[in-house]
């Protein structure tokens, strides 16, 4: 059986002082289930702020959590000569 979890690769913690951060290896992964400890929380908020930490191009806005919905193509009807009609 296939087991799926989710996990956040974690990079080194060099001189993050913010709150208390697990000790990771570079470039691990940290698995995301109700086993971690608090430093092991506060290590994959501190990853997820990372992910944020860039800046937008000069001429493009930065884009928001709903775009990806705005380009989704909507779903294929059901064939008109299917089971429903």
């Known amino acids: 059986m ?3 979890q989710p996990v956040l ?3 080194a913690a060099d001189g993050f002082t913010l709150w ?3 000790e990771q290896e570079s470039y691990g ?4 289930d109700g086993t971690l400890t608090p430093a092991e ?4 908020v501190r990853r997820i702020a990372d992910c944020n930490d860039f800046e937008p191009e000069v ?6 959590p709903y775009d990806i919905c705005r380009h989704t193509p909507p ?3 059901p064939p008109s ?3 429903w009609t």
């Open 2 to 4: 296939m087991v799926m």
């Open 9 to 11: 690769e974690i990079f």
């Open 20 to 22: 208390p951060v697990g």
């Open 29 to 32: 992964h940290l698995v995301l």
């Open 41 to 44: 929380v506060g290590t994959a």
């Open 59 to 64: 001429d493009s806005p930065r884009p928001g």
């Open 75 to 77: 779903p294929s009807p």
């Open 81 to 83: 000569d299917g089971p």
